[in-house]
């Protein structure tokens, strides 16, 4: 499988709409479902964001493509080659979607998970046909990231791991194909590194607005430009091992969620999506932020697609 044919995204929240966006123009017809009928009315504007986007980026349209949105999971899934879940991040919830997409799915189709990180095989424990099940975890915002890591769970088979990398090529992404374990790569890195972002804010060792100043250029910057394995040979393997040495035991190990971010969950403050979070946002702010970070990161992959690769 290359690009698909017919593709079914499930779940038109956050990340729904920019993966339906991009398949649609590498030439898939896209259904893109979700249970509730306001997100799914809402999802028109996403998507002529996503467009606008990618016309920005310079992503060439393949004829053919389109995006509709679909109530009827049924209907989203007819005839679909492959599906993409993109469901909220609940093993029970992702469990009941899966029984009932590969109730009615094509026998042949491959069904991708954007699980942030539950292991495929987790997912897959109820499934008549696991081997049908793989990881597709995109980046968000997924039409502007070109990374999608592929995580075969243990009873995936070896066809559709290798068809899935194959379209995740043709929509002119990276693969990076991985082993299972929970968060994946990309998020156990992620997460490692906002546990002790989150634990200085709670500390008070540094303010909210000068932790991500000092992260954005002092690791950032660099990091979008190399990797970690290559910034261990550009530092020093002996300035690692000196540094580590005294500094790994003072890191943070904490085993729960941040106190600071329960707090806030409990609040409803989610961040953009509810108009506060870390930062508070007045009206029309977070529109504006979103459009400023969406300018900074087509800035950096024109400028990061010319240099060599890490
Ligand atoms: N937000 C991110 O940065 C991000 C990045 C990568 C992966 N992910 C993962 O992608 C998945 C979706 O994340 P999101 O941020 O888009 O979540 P979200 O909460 O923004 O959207 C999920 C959508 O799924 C819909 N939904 C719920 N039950 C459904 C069902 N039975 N059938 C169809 N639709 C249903 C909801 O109405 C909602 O619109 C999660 O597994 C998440 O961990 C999120
Ligand atoms: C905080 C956070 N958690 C999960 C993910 C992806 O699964 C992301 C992301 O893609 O940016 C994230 O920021």
Not at 38 to 64: F, N, Y
Not at 125 to 135: C, N, S, T, V, Y
Not at 221 to 234: F, Q, S, T
Request: proline letters at 5%; one cysteine or more; glycine letters at 10%.
């Amino acid at each position: 499988m290359s690009v698909p044919t017919t593709t079914a995204v499930i779940g038109s929240g956050t990340m729904g709409p920019g993966i339906a966006a991009l398949m649609a123009r590498y030439g898939s017809t896209v259904r893109l479902n979700d249970v509730s009928a306001e997100v799914l009315e809402r999802a028109a504007g996403a998507l002529a964001i996503a467009e606008s986007v990618l016309d920005r980026l310079g992503v060439p349209t393949t004829p053919g493509g389109s995006v509709s949105c679909e109530a009827d999971l049924a209907a989203a899934l007819d005839g679909a080659d492959l599906v993409i879940e993109a469901v909220p991040e609940r093993l029970d919830l992702k469990r009941a979607v899966l029984a009932e997409i590969e109730a009615a799915v094509r026998d042949d189709a491959v069904i991708g998970t954007n699980t942030s990180g539950i292991p495929v095989s987790e997912l897959a424990a109820d499934m008549a046909h696991p081997e049908r099940l793989i990881g597709m975890h995109w980046s968000n915002p997924p039409h502007v990231i070109p990374m999608i890591e592929v995580i075969p769970g243990e009873r995936t088979a070896e066809g559709v791991r290798d068809a899935l990398v194959e379209t995740v090529r043709a929509i002119g992404y990276e693969a990076v194909v991985e082993k299972e374990v929970p968060g994946f790569v990309e998020n156990r890195i992620l997460y490692a590194i906002l546990r002790e972002c989150l634990s200085l804010v709670e500390q008070g060792v540094v303010s909210r607005q000068d932790l991500d100043t000092c992260v954005k250029w002092g690791i950032g910057y660099k990091l979008a430009v190399i990797g970690p394995m290559r910034l261990l040979d550009m530092a020093g393997l002996d300035i690692y091992e000196s540094v580590a040495g005294y500094l790994n035991r003072e890191l943070s190990t904490e085993a729960g969620v941040s106190p600071l971010v329960t707090e806030m969950t409990g609040q409803r403050k989610l961040g953009m999506k509810t108009g506060g979070g870390m930062y508070a946002y007045g009206e029309g702010d977070v529109a504006a932020k979103r459009a400023d970070i969406i300018a900074g990161l087509i800035t950096v992959r024109r400028a990061l697609s010319d240099t060599t690769p890490v």
